[in-house]
C-alpha cells in the first residue's frame, strides 16, 4: 500500500512537474516574442540560451530566474514547486519523454530567429547592393556630365569657328560657266515708280494714205499688191478716162506698204478709193488707263513697252492724253515708237509702264539677285570663287531694282541670275555640318 501510495504521489509530482516546465517555456516564448517586437535582439538572444540550460538541468529554480530575467515575473509564483525535491526533479527530467518535443519546440522559435537573422542579412546584403548602385548611377551620371561637358566646350568653340562657313561655299569656275551665273556690281540706282497699262498697236492716221481715180476711168491694171513695200512716187496703177480714152498712171505720194486694195482690172472707179498705203516706220501705242491713273500721267512722261511674250521693247514718251473718258470709264493715251524694223503691227496687244515719278538711291540690288534663304532675303556676294549669303534690309522697289539699307556695301559684287546653284550648295553644306 505504502509502495502504491509512494508511486501514485510519485506520478502526482512527476504531472505537475511536468505542468511547471510547460508553463514556464510558454512564458519564455511568450517573453521572447516581445523582445523581437521591441528590436532588442540581444536580450532575447539570451533569454534563449538561458532557458534551454534550465531545462537540460533540471534545475526548476534556474528557469524561474530565467523566466523572471525574460518577464520579470515574481519569483514567488513558483516557490511551491521548489518544495520538491532536487531528486524528483532530476527524475522527472530523465523520464519525461515531452521534454524533447517541448524543448524541439522552443527550438522551432530559435529558428524563426535565425530566419529573422537571415531577413536582417539579407536586409544588410540589399543596403550594401543599393549603396553601390548609387555610387554607380552616380558614377555614371558624373561621366555622363563630363561627357556633355566636354562636348558643349567643343561645341561652343567649333560654333564660333563655323559659323562663318554656315554661310559661305566655294564652287569651282567650271560649274559657275556651265551653270550660267552672272554677277553685276552693287551700287546706286534711280528707281523708278511706274503705272502699268494695257494697249494696242494702231497705225498713226497721218500715216495712211488713201488713193482714188480723180475721175471716172476704167481700170486697165494695178500694179502692186498687199504687204508691197512701196517708195514714194512709185506707179501704183494704169487707168484710162472714160471721158478722153486717154490712160494716165496713179503714183504713191509717200513710201509705205499696201494695206489695202479693193479693185482689179476692168473695173470701173469714180470717186473709189483703189488703194491704201500705210507708212509704219513710227507706230501709235494706244493705252488705256483707269481714273486713279489718269491722276499720275502727263504728256512727255517716259513709256516703256513689251509685247505679250517678252520678246521685244520700246521706250518712248506720252503724247496724248484724252480729255474725257470712254463709256467703260477708261481714258485713251498715246505714245509714238520707232517700228523700222516691223515688229510693232497694228492690232498687236502690249504691255506699258508709264514712268511717273524717280528717286535716286545709294544703293541698290537688281530684283533678279534676291532669294529667300532660312527665313531671310539675302543676295550672295562673290569673292574670288567663294559666295556668301548677305541678308539686307531692304527699302523701296521698282520693277528693276530694290533699295539696300543695310547688309550690303557699295562696290560689293553679287549675283545677279542663276544664284540657285549657290543657295542649294550651302544649304547642302549646311545639312552636312548639322550631322
Known amino acids: ?116 537573422d537571415d531577413d536582417h542579412h539579407e536586409h ?27 562636348h558643349g566646350d567643343n561645341h561652343g568653340h567649333g560654333s564660333h569657328d563655323d559659323h562663318a562657313d554656315e554661310n559661305q561655299t566655294t564652287i569651282d569656275p567650271h560649274q559657275l560657266a556651265l551653270a550660267g551665273v552672272k554677277t553685276a556690281t552693287a551700287g546706286p540706282q534711280i528707281l523708278q515708280q511706274r503705272e502699268k497699262l494695257f494697249g494696242v498697236i494702231a497705225a498713226i492716221d497721218a500715216q495712211i494714205y488713201r488713193l482714188n481715180a480723180p475721175y471716172p476711168s476704167l481700170v486697165e491694171k494695178i500694179h502692186v499688191n498687199v504687204g508691197d513695200q512701196i517708195k514714194k512716187g512709185q506707179v501704183l496703177a494704169t ?61 512727255g512722261q517716259s513709256v516703256q513697252v513689251n509685247d505679250l511674250h517678252q520678246h521685244d521693247s520700246a521706250t518712248a514718251l506720252l503724247t496724248y492724253i484724252a480729255p474725257k473718258m470712254t463709256g467703260g470709264h477708261i481714258a485713251r493715251a498715246r505714245a509714238v515708237i520707232d517700228n523700222s524694223d516691223g515688229h510693232w503691227r497694228p492690232g498687236m496687244h502690249v504691255k506699258a509702264a508709264v514712268t511717273t515719278a524717280t528717286r535716286q538711291v545709294p544703293l541698290a540690288v537688281s530684283s533678279t539677285a534676291l532669294q529667300n534663304f532660312r527665313n531671310q532675303k539675302v543676295v550672295f556676294s562673290r569673292q574670288g570663287n567663294t559666295f556668301e549669303a548677305r541678308p539686307l534690309q531692304l527699302g523701296e522697289r521698282d520693277d528693276q531694282y530694290i533699295e539696300v539699307l543695310s547688309g550690303l556695301e557699295a562696290g560689293t559684287e553679287y549675283v545677279t541670275a542663276n544664284s540657285f546653284l549657290i543657295k542649294a550648295d550651302i544649304l547642302k553644306s549646311g545639312a552636312a555640318h548639322v550631322h
Open 124 to 150: 544588410g546584403h540589399n543596403k550594401d547592393d543599393h549603396d553601390d548602385d548609387d555610387r554607380h548611377e552616380h558614377g555614371h551620371n558624373k561621366d555622363d556630365h563630363d561627357d556633355h561637358q566636354e
Open 239 to 299: 487707168l484710162r478716162n472714160v471721158a478722153t480714152l486717154q490712160s494716165y498712171s496713179l503714183k504713191s505720194p509717200n513710201a509705205g506698204e499696201v494695206t489695202h486694195r479693193p479693185i482689179n482690172a476692168g473695173e470701173r472707179v469714180d470717186m473709189t478709193p483703189l488703194l491704201t498705203i500705210t507708212d509704219l516706220n513710227t507706230v501709235w501705242v494706244e493705252m488705256s488707263a483707269f481714273p486713279e491713273a489718269i491722276e499720275k500721267l502727263q504728256v
Open 1 to 116: 500500500m505504502n509502495k502504491k501510495m509512494t508511486r501514485a504521489l510519485s506520478n502526482k509530482h512527476r504531472l505537475a512537474n511536468k505542468h511547471t516546465l510547460l508553463a514556464t517555456l510558454l512564458l519564455c516564448l511568450i517573453g521572447s516574442s516581445a523582445t523581437f517586437a521591441s528590436g532588442d535582439h540581444q536580450h532575447a538572444n539570451a533569454a534563449h540560451s538561458d532557458t534551454p540550460k534550465a531545462y537540460l538541468s533540471g534545475n526548476s529554480a534556474t528557469v524561474e530566474a530565467s523566466v523572471g530575467h525574460a518577464h520579470g515575473n515574481n519569483h514567488d509564483d513558483h516557490s511551491g514547486h521548489d518544495e520538491h525535491g532536487d531528486g524528483d526533479n532530476h527524475h522527472e527530467h530523465g523520464d519525461n519523454k515531452d521534454s524533447p518535443n517541448d524543448h524541439g519546440e522552443h527550438g522551432h522559435d530559435k529558428d524563426d530567429h535565425d530566419d529573422d
